[in-house]
């Protein structure tokens, strides 16, 4: 769906016959280190191209219910096996982050694995006027506060930063209890 900046795959899966599927979904933000590319790299992707799955890493994945699964949830019934739906996974295909999950010892998939003084690279998952949020693994996010932004007065974040923006974040605070990292 390249009008809403996605590309998605249905990927290899358990090989049970009456297992749901799996679809890759991968963003074009996730497409590159570099945001002014992306669009570009989106543009050349075509319906059967599995080449762009190839290699990638694994950011989040959750259960999307079809219509009728969703209304029976949200009525309080409950869902059950038979319920239809699908798996999506998040994936990035982001050099400096795959290098890090590899090589540098992992992403941080939880906030208790963050450490206070320990650089980090993650992608700008939302932008606010008190700063930019930074995600890992899965929904691990830390708030990088607008003061620390850098050496100078940053009044406006979204000057310096576009969502799905690969940074190095230094982790300043990390409070468990909480669930929150600066």
């Known amino acids: 769906d390249q009008d809403a900046g996605l590309a998605y795959v249905l990927l290899p899966h358990g090989g049970e016959e009456n297992s749901q599927a799996v679809v890759g979904v ?6 590159t280190d570099h945001p002014d590319h992306a669009a ?12 762009i799955v ?5 950011l989040s994945s959750h259960w999307v219910w079809d219509n009728v699964a969703r209304e029976t949830h949200q009525a309080g019934e409950g869902v059950t096996a038979g319920d239809k739906g699908r ?4 994936l990035t295909q982001k050099s400096l982050l795959k290098r890090q999950h590899s090589i540098m010892g992992g992403l941080p998939s939880t ?6 003084g320990k650089l980090v690279y993650g992608y700008v998952a939302n932008i606010s006027k008190h700063g930019a949020f930074v ?18 007065f940053v009044a406006e974040p979204s000057e310096f930063f576009t969502l799905g923006q690969t940074v190095r ?11 929150t990292a600066l």
């Open 26 to 31: 991968l963003a074009a933000e996730q497409l």
């Open 40 to 51: 570009a790299l989106l543009a050349g992707i075509s319906v059967g191209d599995k080449a």
């Open 54 to 58: 190839d290699g990638a890493l694994v």
């Open 87 to 90: 798996w999506e996974v998040n």
């Open 111 to 116: 906030i208790s694995e963050l450490d206070p």
């Open 135 to 152: 995600r890992f693994l899965g929904q691990t996010t830390a708030l990088a506060p607008r003061a620390n932004l850098s050496d100078k």
């Open 169 to 179: 974040a230094r982790v300043v605070d990390v409070n468990v209890d909480q669930g």
